[in-house]
């Protein structure tokens, strides 16, 4: 049963001690964070993806530091360069992802949505093979001798 009277952990810069700080932050916050960590965890500069965008690199910093907000259709190119969806780039908490996952977007991160989307079908249909058959007959097909 949810009793009224629980109160949330939160840091000493929040302004109310019921809320978390989190659920406080304005959406250009909370954007400017998950762009700047995205960036960051894909490996890019300010000065690389803005040139992916095609917009100088103040205007990228800009919209790091939650000086200016980006447009609707400034904000789809951005989360598909970063690649992942506009959610995640107003989400409370960026996602993390492991280590394996961010080698395999860094590879990706160059590539048009077409070629990312014959990728990873190649990538699902090698893990659907690898799962389903057996070790031993993985390989080269039946050995003449």
């Known amino acids: 049963m949810l009793n ?3 109160t949330f952990m939160t840091d000493k810069n929040s302004s109310s001690p019921h809320i978390p700080s989190t659920m406080q932050d304005p959406i250009g916050v909370r954007l400017s964070r998950n ?3 995205r960036r960051k965890e894909l490996g890019l500069t300010q000065a690389q993806l803005a040139e992916k965008m095609g917009i100088e690199p103040e205007t990228l910093s800009r919209f790091e ?3 200016h907000l980006p447009s609707l259709a400034t904000l789809e190119k951005l989360a598909d360069l970063l690649l992942i969806p506009v959610a995640d780039l107003l989400a409370e908490q960026p996602k993390t992802a492991d280590e394996d996952a961010l080698v395999i ?10 070629d990312r989307a014959f990728l990873y079908s190649i990538l699902k249909q090698s893990c659907d093979y ?3 058959t057996p070790i031993e007959n993985r390989g080269n097909k039946a050995r003449v001798e």
Do not use: P
């Open 4 to 6: 009224l009277n629980t």
């Open 65 to 67: 530091r939650g000086k």
């Open 105 to 114: 977007t860094s590879w990706l991160a160059g590539l048009n949505s077409n």
């Open 130 to 132: 690898l799962t389903t």
């Open 35 to 37: 762009i700047s960590y």
